[in-house]
């Protein structure tokens, strides 16, 4: 197509030109990096929320405790019965997901109703069990710990409806 008009006219007009291609490309690389922010924000925010969960957190307070305070437990035998019911039962909600009719297509909500009940019976089951094993005052302490934390993030975010967190619960050591 050819311009016709005065020369600086048509200078002006292919600048313009120019100037708007050149504006679009910037524009699309500040979004593209823009992009690349809040995908590395999300990851990041899923890395704390993995970092965070409450047996993650568990798993390593057990592990120092038996390695700084190995008296506390009686034996490895001990130590492997708290790590199954504060840790391996917790932790089971995220695979059980997939396979679980009422949590399966819940998404993130899903498996955090998932994480609350597994929670709930692995600290249940781990109270019963030191109670059974005649676990001394330092592990009944932790035991009940988590079983006590457990039973008011259940009446905060059930009963009273606040949406009480489990990772910060887990971290903190309610």
């Known amino acids: 197509m050819k311009m016709r008009g005065s020369p600086a006219l048509v200078g002006g007009l292919i600048l313009l030109s120019r100037l708007k291609q050149l504006t679009e490309l910037r524009c699309d690389a500040i979004l593209n990096k823009m992009g690349d922010v809040l995908r590395m924000k999300r990851n990041a925010a899923a890395l704390i929320r993995i970092v965070t969960a409450a047996p993650i957190v568990s798993m390593a307070l057990l592990l120092v405790l038996f390695l700084a305070v190995p008296q506390l437990f009686h034996g490895v035998g001990s130590f492997l019965m708290a790590v199954l019911f504060i840790v391996i039962v917790p932790l089971a909600a995220y695979p059980l997901q997939k396979h679980l009719k009422n949590f399966k297509n819940k998404g993130r909500e899903g498996q955090r109703n998932l994480a609350i009940v597994t929670a709930g019976a692995g600290y249940a089951l781990g109270t019963a069990a ?44 309610l």
């Open 130 to 173: 030191a109670l059974i094993a005649r676990e001394d005052r330092g592990m009944m302490l932790i035991y009940l710990t988590y079983f006590v934390s457990w039973l008011i993030l259940v009446l905060l975010n059930k009963a009273i409806h606040i949406r009480a967190s489990g990772h910060a619960c887990g971290t903190a050591g």
